[in-house]
């Protein structure tokens, strides 16, 4: 069936660091790929999405590749910010949209 | 706004206490779901439904009900609440037309089953 494994958090990095939070999936046909963002307290935001191979999604900073031949979407952060600590969860949508477990990052200054 | 609206944001009851989580979003869109999250779990789906009276069990239905009597509300009913129903409930909707777009997402309510 269709699944989507993200790596283990919390991932602690300081205030401008470089952030990669590697996300795969395994899925039949063609699944639209995305990231959202759970802040403290709140509910789930879209990040960033991208829907067929080789589109790039881009929002806030953060951005992620579909890489069909890896089968991957792994979400990339130049430099990171003490705002951008949050719960981020990977997933994939072909009939019903499908989570990976969320992956914490904590950003300190 | 658009939005989706879930009531209550918290809740603590007993166990086999009748309880409705209530949900509305307000963008008129067709599919709605519900999902639970638990840590080291992800979210998972419990029912989900596709349009006005249309209404199917996701990875998780065990416990709960649903209803779909308008397009914008999609209450989330526990007959009879269990502790291992403590978690945090999340609402969400999206178009039916184009997997391609994301949900939106409600706020979460956390229930805590005594």
């Known amino acids: 069936g269709n699944s989507v494994t993200q790596m283990e958090g919390p991932v602690t990095l300081s205030e401008e660091a470089f952030l990669t939070i590697n996300c795969t999936y395994t899925a039949t046909g063609y699944p639209s790929l995305f990231w959202y963002v759970q802040y403290p307290g709140e509910g789930l935001q879209l990040l960033l999405k991208?829907?067929?191979?080789?589109d790039k999604g881009s929002n806030k900073g953060f951005e992620a590749t579909y890489r069909k031949e890896t089968t991957s979407f792994h979400l990339e952060k130049g430099s990171v910010q003490v705002s951008d600590s949050a719960v981020y969860f990977c997933a994939l949508n072909t009939d019903k949209l499908i989570f990976g477990t969320g992956t914490r990052l904590q950003v300190f200054p | 706004e658009a939005q989706v609206t879930q009531n209550p944001r918290y809740l603590i009851t007993v166990t086999g206490k009748k309880l409705t989580v209530t949900c509305s979003q307000n963008?008129?869109?067709?599919?709605m779901s519900w999902y639970r999250q638990d840590p080291g779990l992800g979210l998972r789906q419990i029912y989900y439904?596709?349009?006005?009276?249309?209404?199917d069990k996701g990875d998780v239905p065990e416990g709960y009900k649903v209803s779909r009597k308008e397009k914008r509300n999609f209450p989330l009913i526990l007959e009879s609440p269990s502790p291992n129903q403590t978690s945090l409930y999340f609402c969400?909707?999206?178009?039916?037309?184009?997997?391609?777009?994301?949900?939106?997402f409600g706020s979460g309510t956390r229930l805590t089953v005594v």
């Open positions: 439904s596709m349009n006005v009276e249309v209404t």
């Open positions: 969400a909707s999206r178009t039916t037309f184009g997997r391609n777009y994301g949900y939106t």
């Open positions: 991208a829907t067929k191979a080789d």
């Open positions: 963008m008129n869109h067709e599919y």
